[in-house]
Structure formats: C-alpha cells, structure tokens
C-alpha cells in the first residue's frame, strides 16, 4: 500500500506540537466537518505521515511531523454524554463520527510559517495555501511533502 501524506491543524492554545511531544501518542478527536471525518475515517492509514499544523497563530505553521498510529475507528467522545464532543446523533451502531491516533515524530527546530509555505515554487495548488481553505484534516501531495521538508531541512 503507497504511503499518503497529510496535514492535520490545530490551535497550539489547545494542542500543540510540544503537547503531541510529551504525549507521544494522541486520539485526534472533534473534527466536526464531514469531509475531514470521511479522511480519517476512509483514507489515512497506520504509518501516514502527517505535518501538524499550528492555525491561529501569530504566525501560523507547520511545526513538525507526525504519523498515523492507528487508522480510522469510530470516536468514543461523540459517544460520551459528558465529553465535550458529545454528539447524541452519533451512536454505537451507527456512529457519525471518527477519530485518528497521531503518534509524535518530530519537532521542527523552527516553525514553517505559512508566509514562507506561500514562497515555495510548487505549493500553489495545496489546498492548505486555497482562499477560503479551512478543513482541518487535508492531504498533502508527495511532491508538496518533498518541497516541504527541504525548505525545513535546508
């Protein structure tokens, strides 16, 4: 199976690169966008590698590397009436949501902001750097992963 590559956001206020870090491993829960949900729950597979994204942030980034550790499964927390996620839509037998585990692979000695992301010859077509582009779950073409980690490594 040819490896996929992706990028994941959230608001380092809520979780960060430094939190995914301490915590190695992560259930990726609360994506309430059902294209986002259709990508964990259909596509990302154990060992994709995934860039993580700070979003609102000054600025915002790509602040290191992660990768799937297990493959879509339906979310406990939307089912868990006293979670924030809760969903009382969503239920066993039919659930509405899922969730990824993201183990921590690395962290970037700097932030790759996304003014520099905008540089890169290459990149125009990523549906990160789109107008209007605000899924938090995106796939990353392995051209646009390449470029990425040069200019992060360079």
Not at 27 to 50: C, E, S
Not at 100 to 112: I, S
């Amino acid at each position: 199976m040819t490896k996929q590559y992706w990028l994941v956001k959230s608001e380092p206020d809520s979780y960060s690169i430094d939190d995914l870090k301490r915590d190695k491993v992560t259930l990726w829960d609360g994506v309430r966008n059902y294209q986002a949900r259709n990508f964990m729950r259909d596509q990302m597979k154990k060992g994709d590698l995934v860039f993580f994204y700070h979003s609102n942030a000054e600025p915002p980034g790509i602040a290191g590397v992660a990768e799937v550790y297990r493959q879509g499964y339906v979310e406990p927390s939307a089912l868990n009436p006293k979670h924030k996620y809760f969903d009382a839509s969503s239920k066993k037998d039919k659930p509405i949501w899922y969730a990824v585990d993201l183990r921590f692979k690395e962290k970037w000695p700097r932030l790759l902001p996304l003014d520099d992301l905008r540089e890169i010859k290459g990149l125009q077509e990523m549906p990160l750097l789109q107008k209007g582009q605000r899924l938090s779950i995106q796939p990353v073409r392995l051209k646009e992963w390449q470029l990425i980690l040069k200019r992060i490594h360079s």
